[in-house]
């Protein structure tokens, strides 16, 4: 698992968005209960200026089913589909999120 981790009010600051907005959007990963009481923010989805879109889109992919600890385990560890790099990396370097998506299923 990659940190660091934000908390809620964190979060809120780094993305821009109302707590309710934060809580309530799809595409960023709530990871609650095995760190603290209250939810921690996987800080790899904020950029310095607000959400990252592309993680977001990859997050909504995934859909609401999958245990966000999962999805979060799975974007930084290398997938031999992005020739061997985490899905993250690949992210940053490529910046295609289609080939992550079609990744994340395959």
């Given amino acids: 698992m990659v940190g ?8 809120v600051h780094r993305s821009g968005l109302s707590p309710q907005e934060l809580l309530g959007h799809p595409g ?3 990871l609650g209960g095995t760190v603290a009481v ?3 923010y996987a800080g790899f989805q904020f950029a310095p200026d607000g959400l ?6 990859v997050v909504q992919a995934y859909g609401s089913a999958t245990d966000p600890w999962e999805v979060c385990a799975w974007l930084t560890r290398p997938n031999e589909a992005l ?3 985490s ?3 690949f992210l940053d370097e490529d ?3 289609g080939r992550v998506i079609a990744a994340s299923r395959g």
């Fill in 95 to 97: 910046g295609r999120v």
């Fill in 83 to 85: 020739g061997g790099k």
């Fill in 4 to 11: 660091p981790f934000f908390t809620r009010r964190e979060a």
């Fill in 87 to 89: 899905p993250l990396a």
């Fill in 52 to 57: 990252r879109e592309d993680i977001a889109t």
């Fill in 28 to 30: 960023i990963l709530h």
């Fill in 38 to 40: 209250q939810e921690v």
